[in-house]
Structure formats: structure tokens, C-alpha cells
């Protein structure tokens, strides 16, 4: 961390041990011996200060604080006084640090200071000077639960930290009405379950007598694993990701292993306050229990509390971090595929052919060193490859091109699309998309360049059954989907299989492959198609093959109705309202003989289905990894470089498709933008598909901060009659309504999940057409001409 100051503070044993054991190379203390600069104008400007303190019995513990910004301010250059709303009964540090206003000066206290809407954080140390509770007697508040905190401490340390981890939320007050549900070191049922939906955590500890820390955890929801929950005390788990190497927390754990945290729950309140004795796992320790860790910390909770609505804030969730790897589960949860066989074993799988399906779908064939260290693999299973080697670019604290590659291993599972024939047993293959790091590494590499990896193994028991004679298979897949069947196909007798594939137009070179190796599999297939109508001579010839391969197709969406095995035919009626395009779409109607009813495979039974009375908000997932291609904000290869014109052509068609699903599953009124008769959803359609036939030469919408600032508007707001303009859904009729409104009119209210892909990609209100990218360039524009001695936010002190 950037400082003035020249003194700096010494590493102690257990920072120095933990920087041993990882071979990481001595760098010097970036702590500040006073509070700085940068933590003092955080202090100012953030609603939640953590806060960690010691009991009498020497056991660390944890709180959250605040609820609004000015609860906590420097009273000098080295104090800092707290006022702000606490559960005086069930909260451990209200005990500590409050009750007692006689007690020690000089206790230890360490905080946080962390404002999650942007992801900034200081660390603080220092020493209680005094502390007490107040009545607020004004607000009527039962002062025998809740109290008005006050505590003063001198500060003696502190130190900016980066964003990474850290889930954005939004903070509002709230009044404290703690309830304690249970203060034994067994878990509840209902502190279990926070634990499992937990992205956050904050942790204190200790060095002896002499420092205290208290730190912020993030990752995806679940990445805190519960190990056992037995009378005398729960057991759990969390892997420590890659950081800033400073190890100051784990270094207090290595002298002093004990600690405390607080789970919060943002949106009820409630709070898990936890204390116990820790062990920190290092290498294989840490990946034999949480697999594909390097390094983890395990906590035995010797005292707990969990306690309904003691905090004095809620939060509204915002943008996930995007460093945040995935779960990593126990090894006696989960087979994880990173531990597959030995990590030293030295079977390797060579590249030896390449075979383009589409523009984006490959087939790759590898061959194995020694297949009898490994074994053959049976259909339905998937083999494991490290390309850690090839694509580990070694240690980077930040790095926001890529943000997800920084805890990444490289070891990945592709599910074997190739039945093991006897005198091939050397060879498998794989069928995968290009969508990531490895995919992308395999697309660009040349099968003559000998590429080896290391095979791990193969793993999975995924396997089709053949039933009885008059019995039919279902099988339901999407687009690549369909590999975990390729294998098994030669097993089964295809007069009993029913596959219904629903495939991109983009795609159908991967369907024309499969029917080709396959010729009785039309048969028994329904296809649906979708996508814009071709343009190209090569898409239409595939899409007429497709048709006059003996499937039955269809230029549309599967349906739930499509399942119905009882049926022998298509039913009579209408068809569903296509997507409106330049040009008609195809209708390929084909009879097909289902007789006998069976349960479907992997789904829920249409027949149980229950109607949906609102629209559905459709899965966005190929929208935002299209945009995330062409996206301005997003690196690029080459400086300068400018999207493929169909690349931002299929961002326009895929969002137009999923607006288009949307309008077609709700049958209730929506708003108009008061032009015409048609209603907003599908003019937003007609709009998308305009420019879609007709792209950009760059997509000019908002960026994602813009998105993640937004004002949230809190659900005790809301009105029963008031609705989403873009899916007409009352946003009361979600538990947890996530409703923004846009900066043109006080509102424009909208459902965060609607707005925000146009946003993205438009810019603009879809009620109004005023334009936010517009408006966000020029502030950039103005930002850059202004001088950087009169930006406010230029300090360096808090990113260390």
C-alpha cells in the first residue's frame, strides 16, 4: 500500500511461517502505523464497520455494525467514535465491549471498514478507550434488547485491501428485534441453512496479546462447507483463495488458532455468531478435504449464537464478484474430478485429430500413453485433463480482464462422446463447444503440435438403460447436450429412443454429423430448431438436410406439450406466435408413433406441471457469454480490434429470442410506451431484430457499474398494482423483488432481471429512449480531461 509515512511494521512469526510454507518471496509490510488517509475517508462514507474483540476467556469474536453512512468518523488523527443501533443482549462484542463501562481501556479491537456497494475496505487496529450503551428513548426501542452504542478507540494501524471476493449489496437501516434462537456450539436447522446460502463472512483473530485483525471473506453461496455438527460443537470448512499474500489473518491463526466470525443474512437480519479453534491446511491437507484447494482453514466452533433480526441493517444483493470461483465441496460430499487417480501419475492424453463441427463445436481425439495404468472408460462417463502447464501464467493478485483465471487449475472434465472400441482402447473422444479458457486454447491449437496433457482418469456412472420391449427412452438435451448420448447410442436399441434436441440454426452441423453416424437416430428424434432464418448458402442447405433426414422438425422452441409421449401425432391447433423476421420461418410437420407412456428423464412431468400465471424470465446465459465477447468494457486481443459484424449481429438475435420466449408465455395485458398499439415488450423485439439484420459496428450500451449503482427501491415501497413494463409481472409476486429505477424519471421502476440485458446492450429507458451510454461516455470524456490533482477518488492508500 502507497503510504507518506516512512516507518513500517514488522512481519510476526505466524505472517513470516506463512509466507515459508507457500515459498512466497519477503516483501515489506504495506500496514500504516496510524489510521491513514485512505481508511479515514472510507470511514466517512461506508454504512458497516466489522468489528472483532476478545472475552474474557481469550476467544475471539465478531459483529457487523452501522446500517448508514456517519454512524462511524475520526474524532482526531488516531480516534475513531462509533454511534449506531445494537442488539445489546445477544450481540458477544456488546458484552465485550460495552456493558462494562468501567472496564479496560486498552482492550484490543480490531474493525472493518467495508462499504459492499463498491467493493472498498480498510483494516483497522487499535484499542478501546471507552465503550457503553444507551437508552434510545425517543423511538420507544425495549431497552432491554436493543441499545444506542458508543464506543471510542484509538487507532494504532491500518491497511486498504483490494475488492476481490467482495458480493455487492446495497445497506439499509433497520431496527434491531433480536430474537436468540439457539447458544449452542451444535448448529440449528436454520443456522445450517444460512451457512449453506452464506457468500460473506467476517473473521477476527489474534496475534497473543499483541494484534488483532478482522477481515472479509466472499465467494459463491455455499463455499463455507459444514464438515460435522455433533453435540459438543459443528465443524466447517472455506478455502482461502487467492489473495494479496500478506496472510496476515492466517498468519494470526498459525501463533494464536482461534477465531471468531458473524454470518449475516442481508435480507432478514439474522445473524450466526460463531467462535472457535481453527487449523489452517496447506497443500494436500487443504485438498484432501476440500479438493481442488491449496489452501483452506477448518474451524471447530466451541461457542455459538444465533440470533433472528439482531442486526441493525438489511442489504439488497447486487453483482456477484467476478473472481469468485465455484463451490468447492468436501471430498465426502462430492467426487471432485481434480482427484481423480494420482496428481503425479504420468498417463497423458495427446491431441491427434481435430474434426470443426460448426464455427463454435469440435470434436477432439486423443490418445493415451499407457491405457493400462488408466483404464478404459464406459459410456457416460468423462475424463478429466490438467492444462494447468500449458495455460498457468503463475501468480497475479488482480486481474480484471479475466478475473475468473486467477483461481483457476485448469483441470477439466469433457464427457467421452466416443464408444470404447476394442482395438482403438488407446483413443477417446471428446465433443465441446468453445466457451473459456481451455476450450479456446484447444480451438486455436494444431493437432500436428503434439499437444499433451496430463488424463487424470475418467469418472461418472451417467448411463442409459434400455427398458423393456414396449417401453420408449427419453432423452432431452440442448444444443451440446446431447454428448453424454453419443457413446451410448451403439448400446441401445434406437427403435426404442425418443430424443427431443432443440439446437441453434447455428448449430445443425453437429445434428447432420450425428445423423450421419447414426442413420436410424431421425427416426426416433424430434428437432427443434432455432434461431433467425439463414442467409447463407451453407446454413439453408444444412436446415434442408436437417428437414429431409426422416426427424421430425420444428422452427421453434421445445415446448412442455412436445414431451407428451401419449400422443401419436401432432395436435391440431395454432402454432405458438414465431419470431417476427424479414423472412417466414420454415414449418416441417412430421408424424411419429409414440405409444407407450414413460417417465421422463432428468425433468418434471408435464402432466403434473402447474401453469404459470406470469411470464417467465428466460435463461440469459447465451446473451451475456455472447456479449462478454464484444462488449466494449471487455479485453480485447488486439488494442484497437472491433467485433466479427455476426458476432454482434447474434447478441441482438439472442436477446430478441429470449424477449420473444417471455412474450409468448405470459397471456395478460402489459404496458404500452404509448406508441402505437403494440406493447413495449414487442416493440423492444422489433427493435432488437432491426439491428440485428443490420449490426453496429460496436454494441454502445451501459456498462456493468452502471448496472450494479443503479437505485434499488426497497420492497416496503412497492405497490401491489405496480409492475415490470418489460415481463408485466406485479414485482410483489417476488419474495425478493430486486426492482431499480433508471436516473430519467423518479418511475421508471423496473425488474433488475429485465432491464438490465437491455441496458447492456442498448443503453437506453425502454420507455423514453433516453440514452445512459451516451451520457456515461461523456462523463468518461470529462473525467479524462480533468486534472488529476482535482480527482477526489485518486488515492492509492486503499488498494494494497
Not at 469474536?61 to 462511524?72: C, D, K, P, Q
Not at 483465471?405 to 464427457?415: A, C, E, L, Q
Request: proline content about 8%; hydrophobic content about 35%; aromatic content about 8%.
Amino acid at each position: 500500500m502507497a503510504s507518506l509515512l516512512t516507518d513500517t511494521l514488522p512481519w510476526h512469526d505466524g505472517e513470516i511461517q506463512m509466507r515459508s510454507l507457500l515459498r512466497i518471496p519477503p516483501i515489506i509490510n504495506p500496514t500504516v502505523p496510524s489510521l491513514s488517509y485512505g481508511a479515514t475517508y472510507l470511514l466517512l462514507n461506508s454504512p458497516l464497520l466489522a468489528i472483532g474483540a476478545v472475552d474474557r476467556e481469550g476467544r475471539p469474536w465478531s459483529t457487523l455494525w452501522g446500517g448508514e453512512v456517519g454512524f462511524a468518523k475520526p474524532t482526531s488523527q488516531s480516534k475513531i467514535e462509533i454511534r449506531t443501533p445494537v442488539d445489546s443482549k445477544h450481540d458477544p462484542l456488546a458484552d465485550i465491549l460495552l456493558h462494562n463501562s468501567s472496564g479496560e481501556s486498552g482492550q484490543l479491537v480490531s474493525a472493518l471498514v467495508v462499504d459492499l456497494a463498491t467493493r472498498k475496505r480498510a483494516k483497522l487496529f487499535g484499542r478501546k478507550i471507552t465503550g457503553s450503551i444507551q437508552v434510545d428513548e425517543e423511538n420507544h426501542i425495549d431497552s432491554s434488547r436493543v441499545g444506542f452504542a458508543h464506543l471510542l478507540v484509538q487507532i494504532e494501524a491500518s491497511l486498504g485491501n483490494c475488492p476481490k471476493y467482495i458480493n455487492i449489496r446495497n445497506i439499509t437501516p433497520a431496527l434491531p428485534t433480536p430474537r436468540l434462537i439457539s447458544e449452542s456450539p451444535q448448529l440449528p436447522s436454520s443456522a445450517l441453512k444460512l451457512l449453506d446460502h452464506a457468500d460473506t463472512l467476517f473473521i477476527s483473530s489474534r496475534h497473543g496479546d499483541v494484534d488483532m485483525d478482522t477481515n472479509i471473506r466472499g465467494g459463491p453461496p455455499g463455499f463455507v462447507r459444514v464438515i460435522s455438527n455433533e453435540p459438543n460443537g459443528a465443524v466447517f470448512a472455506y478455502p482461502e483463495y487467492s489473495g494479496n499474500r500478506l496472510y496476515q489473518t492466517l498468519g494470526n491463526l498459525q501463533t494464536t488458532p482461534l477465531a471468531g466470525f458473524v454470518f449475516p443474512n442481508f435480507e432478514t437480519g439474522d445473524a450466526l455468531y460463531v467462535t472457535g479453534q481453527t487449523e489452517v491446511l496447506v497443500g494436500k491437507e487443504a485438498a484432501a478435504l476440500l479438493p481442488r484447494s491449496n489452501l483452506a482453514v477448518k474451524v471447530a466452533v466451541t461457542a455459538a449464537r444465533y440470533v433472528e433480526q439482531s442486526l441493525a441493517f438489511r442489504g439488497v444483493a447486487g453483482a456477484k464478484s467476478p473472481y469468485n470461483p465455484g463451490v468447492r465441496y468436501l471430498a465426502t460430499e462430492k467426487a471432485s474430478p481434480a482427484a481423480i487417480g494420482d496428481e503425479k501419475s504420468s498417463v497423458t492424453a495427446m491431441l491427434v485429430k481435430k474434426e470443426l463441427l460448426t464455427p463454435t463445436i469440435c470434436r477432439f481425439r486423443f490418445q493415451i500413453s499407457d491405457p493400462s495404468k488408466i483404464g478404459t472408460w464406459t459410456p457416460g462417463q468423462y475424463a478429466t485433463l490438467s492444462f494447468q502447464e500449458e495455460l498457468d501464467m503463475g501468480y497475479s493478485h488482480m486481474k480484471d480482464d479475466d478475473p475468473s483465471s486467477i483461481n483457476d487449475d485448469y483441470v477439466r472434465t469433457f464427457t467421452v462422446s466416443s464408444y470404447p472400441v476394442l482395438n482403438r482402447s488407446t483413443e477417446f473422444e471428446i465433443t465441446a463447444r468453445r466457451h473459456g479458457n481451455v476450450t479456446d486454447y484447444l480451438f486455436r491449437t494444431n493437432e500436428r503440435a503434439s499437444l499433451e496433457v496430463p488424463l487424470k482418469g475418467f469418472g461418472g456412472e451417467f448411463y442409459v438403460h434400455t427398458p423393456s420391449e414396449h417401453d420408449k427412452i427419453p432423452f432431452i438435451a440442448g444444443g451440446i447436450g446431447i454428448t453424454p448420448l453419443l457413446a451410448q447410442i451403439p448400446d441401445l436399441d434406437v427403435s426404442h429412443l425418443r430424443l427431443f434436441w432443440t439446437i441453434s440454426i447455428r448449430d445443425l452441423g453437429l445434428v447432420l454429423d450425428t445423423f450421419n453416424r447414426f442413420p436410424l437416430l431421425p427416426r426416433g428424434t424430434s428437432l427443434f430448431i432455432t434461431g433467425p432464418e439463414p442467409h447463407d448458402e451453407k446454413t439453408t442447405e444444412q436446415l434442408a438436410t436437417s428437414v429431409a433426414s426422416g426427424a421430425q422438425v420444428e422452427r421453434r422452441r421445445m415446448e412442455a406439450k412436445d414431451l407428451d409421449l401419449h400422443r401419436t401425432a401432432r395436435e391440431p391447433g395454432p402454432d405458438p406466435a414465431p419470431l417476427v423476421t424479414s423472412t417466414p420461418p420454415l414449418k416441417h410437420k412430421f408424424n411419429t408413433n409414440n405409444q407407450n407412456k414413460t417417465v421422463e428423464h432428468n425433468t418434471t412431468d408435464p402432466g403434473t406441471a402447474t401453469p404459470s400465471t406470469h411470464r417467465r424470465r428466460p435463461d440469459l446465459s447465451t446473451f451475456f457469454a455472447t456479449l462478454s465477447e464484444i462488449s466494449p468494457d471487455e479485453a480485447r486481443t488486439r488494442e484497437h480490434a472491433v467485433p466479427v459484424p455476426r458476432d454482434v449481429s447474434a447478441a441482438f438475435y439472442s436477446l430478441a429470442e429470449a424477449f420473444d420466449l417471455m412474450r409468448r408465455e405470459g397471456d395478460h395485458s402489459v404496458p404500452t410506451s404509448g406508441e402505437g398499439d403494440n406493447d413495449l415488450l414487442t416493440q423492444m423485439i422489433q427493435s432488437l431484430l432491426s439491428s440485428a439484420e443490420t449490426p453496429p459496428r460496436e454494441v454502445e450500451g451501459v456498462s456493468e457499474e452502471f448496472c450494479d449503482v443503479l437505485d434499488r427501491v426497497p420492497k416496503a415501497s412497492l405497490k401491489p398494482s405496480q409492475s415490470c413494463p418489460i415481463c408485466g409481472n406485479a414485482f410483489l409476486e417476488d419474495q425478493y423483488p430486486l426492482v431499480v429505477r433508471l436516473p430519467c424519471h423518479s418511475t421508471h421502476l423496473f425488474d433488475l432481471e429485465c432491464v438490465r440485458p437491455w441496458l447492456r446492450l442498448r443503453g437506453t429507458c425502454p420507455l423514453d429512449r433516453t440514452d445512459f451510454a451516451k451520457q456515461e461516455r461523456e462523463k468518461a470524456e470529462a473525467r479524462k480531461k480533468k486534472p488529476v490533482e482535482d480527482d477526489e477518488e485518486e488515492w492509492d492508500g486503499m488498494y494494497g
